[in-house]
């Protein structure tokens, strides 16, 4: 369930959170919640993973088809850059 809150915030850091959120293809709402979400998390969550909170604030950041091979698009990548 989503709800709508109102924020109010300095017209300068809104117009750099457009900009960063367009250019990592997410919403600002998106950003927020990540933010508090994982500022709000027990500490018992933390001991159980080894991700880093940078690395679990950047999960969903880019949407990847169900099929898609990171170890062909790496070998593909390569192949490119040393061809």
Do not use: C
Not at 46 to 69: C, M, R, W
């Amino acid at each position: 369930m989503t709800t709508k809150l109102t924020l109010r915030l300095n017209q300068n850091v809104i117009a750099k959170a457009k900009t960063y959120a367009r250019s990592h293809k997410t919403s600002i709402s998106k950003m927020i919640e990540s933010y508090l979400d994982n500022i709000t998390r027990q500490k018992e969550e933390y001991k159980k993973t080894t991700i880093t909170s940078l690395v679990e604030s950047l999960s969903g950041v880019i949407d990847l088809p169900a099929d898609f091979d990171i170890r062909k698009e790496y070998g593909n990548y390569l192949e490119k850059k040393y061809s």
